[in-house]
């Protein structure tokens, strides 16, 4: 099993960034899928979910309006469309997958925003 995310990287106030999450290893489309990040201290929080047919179960308030989740189950990935960044959306971004008692993490990508 293997869930890996891409598409950090650094970006000025206001940019934008698209961050992949591709899997492998079990059954894509079952699984709902969520975004996640971490800044260090702190805990890790949900960003935006979006379940096996692609409707967003989760979205936290502090992303809405600027990010975006979707799902492409033929490529068993998940994208998340950051817009309108802003440096307290600074952290490490991590996806997961969930399904029953069944549930994995990726390696996390780093988005930095600078002011």
């Known amino acids: 099993v293997q869930l890996q995310a891409s598409g950090g990287g650094l970006v000025q106030r206001g940019g934008s960034l698209r961050l992949s999450c591709t899997a492998s290893?079990?059954?894509?489309?079952?699984?709902?899928i969520g975004w996640f990040r971490q800044v260090p201290g702190k805990e890790r929080e949900g960003v935006l979910c979006t379940s096996s047919v692609d409707d967003i179960t989760y979205s936290a308030d502090s992303v809405k309006g600027r990010f975006t989740i979707s799902r492409d189950n033929a490529k068993n990935t998940v994208y998340l469309q950051m817009n309108s960044l802003n440096p307290e959306d600074t952290a490490v971004y991590y996806c997961?997958?969930?399904?029953?008692?069944?549930?994995?993490w990726g390696q996390g990508t780093q988005v930095t925003v600078s002011s």
């Open positions: 997961n997958a969930a399904f029953l008692s069944a549930g994995y």
């Open positions: 290893g079990f059954t894509f489309d079952e699984y709902t």
